[in-house]
């Protein structure tokens, strides 16, 4: 889990060195709403991630 964590943080830093070394605009809004709106969908897919992720383990133990 911290490891995906830091997989996640070092893939963020290194596409946004590489946005600024190739001058590529940045793959992020550059208003307040629209960085609550990224917040707000990640957010909800981590949230979904778990609930599915603990009906599947349930399911899982119900079928064994």
Same mark, same amino acid.
């Given at each position: *889990?911290?490891? +995906?964590?830091?997989?996640?943080?070092? *893939?963020?830093? /290194?596409?946004?060195?590489?946005?600024?070394? /190739? +001058?590529?605009?940045?793959?992020?809004?550059?208003?307040?709403? $629209?960085?609550?709106?990224?917040?707000?969908? @990640? @957010?909800? /897919?981590?949230? @979904? +991630?778990?609930?599915? $992720? @603990? +009906?599947?383990?349930?399911?899982?133990?119900?079928?064994?």
């Amino acid at each position: *889990m911290i490891s +995906d964590i830091f997989l996640g943080l070092g *893939m963020g830093l /290194f596409i946004g060195a590489g946005c600024r070394w /190739f +001058d590529v605009p940045l793959p992020a809004p550059p208003k307040l709403v $629209g960085a609550l709106l990224v917040v707000a969908m @990640t @957010t909800g /897919f981590l949230v @979904t +991630d778990y609930v599915l $992720g @603990t +009906d599947m383990l349930a399911m899982a133990e119900i079928v064994k």
